[in-house]
């Protein structure tokens, strides 16, 4: 379902230019979990958003699903991203000006699911990561933890066929952050999504398909188990 | 070095209110290093922003280095935070604007430490968390990890006596996340600075004198190793 190759990313900022990927390739088979660990700065974010398409390499190619994301126009490559992706920033990126129950109904909205068909899937879905009592709250009023868990139920919404996560359990306690594995393990092998985990966090390996490993810009393969 | 007594924390919005803090009581001997672990939405960040005084609670008192901080005016509070805390948010709350040498500067030029010593001293911490590299980078260019790590040098910054970090190895790797650990420990046990830390990481426990769990803003404590 994922295929990228020759995956290069230069940043250039002032005089300073910065390898951060250096000729990547990387498959991902459909129904898989593959994961995608690696130390502090070796690459894993960037990785991950050019997967995703939010960015583009300096070279290579990125086929999601059969299509080359980057051969497709803007507006294409937004409304491919929009019907088929689902993405869990390091950073949550919630709208701090809506609740957190609407931050998902936005999502579905985008999708085409409205009103209450809308409301009813949002609560389905904040229930899942253990939130329904916090729907009406907004991002500046929640934990840490609470504001990832919102993050995930969005990324969930209409049941995107690639869900790709950076970091999803980092803000999480033992609790929590198994509900979370367990809930991403589910989607790929009851319902075939294919999941892509970056990831610090060890206790994920267990349900981890495949493992592949980040350093400075270089991705080795783990195994595949 | 810090003690807690009948801490209430009350968040009222709206019509909502919620009790965040239910009657706490902490005791935390200089030198020592305290864990607060617990589920996320337990508390455990409000118990910390109150604990460093950057939040007033609905009760009860905090004591720090034999000063009841919240009998203090505005202004000595703020002073005395700036003199004996250094604070790691679970955020970073790094100041977008500036690099990350000038992030950690800015601490010590509010601490009368200027010009070439406090360029030497930032160097000298960012350092420590392996980030000379990323000296002239802005937060914005920096991965997650990274910002972290500048938000530890930044907190460690002209020698604060109190030390309180909220989740400091969240984003980080094994091996990042050990050096972290192990800068805390020293601080605390081969220079005498008293260090609390909320955590979900079970390493950490390997170096603590003490943890206390949270649960629902009630706090057990572990026993004391
Ligand atoms: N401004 C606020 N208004 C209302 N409720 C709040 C506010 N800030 C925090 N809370 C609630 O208080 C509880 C404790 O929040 P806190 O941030 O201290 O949790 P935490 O233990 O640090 O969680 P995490 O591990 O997820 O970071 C949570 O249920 C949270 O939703
Ligand atoms: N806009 C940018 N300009 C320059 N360098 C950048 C920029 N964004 C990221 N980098 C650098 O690229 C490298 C990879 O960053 P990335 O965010 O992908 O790392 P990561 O593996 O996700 O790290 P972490 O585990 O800390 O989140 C880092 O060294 C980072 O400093
Ligand atoms: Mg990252
Ligand atoms: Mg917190």
Known sequence: AIVARGIEMIYQSGAERFRALKNIDLDVKRGDIQLLMGPSGSGKTTLLSILAGILTPTAGSVSLLGEEIFKLSGSKLAHFRLQNIGFIFQGFNLFPALTAIENVE???????????????????????????????????????????????????????????ADEPTAALDSHNGHAVIELLRNLAKEKGRTVLIVTHDPRIIDVADSVAYLEDGVLKAGAHR
Do not use: E, W
Request: net charge positive; glycine share 12%.
């Open 106 to 164: 936005v999502a579905l909205n985008l999708k085409g699911i409205r009103k209450g068909a809308a409301r009813q899937q949002a609560l389905g879905l904040l229930d899942q990561v253990g939130l329904s009592q916090q729907a009406k709250r907004h991002p500046q009023d929640l934990s840490g933890g609470q504001k990832q868990r919102v993050a995930i139920a969005r990324a969930l919404a209409g049941n995107p066929r690639l869900i790709m």
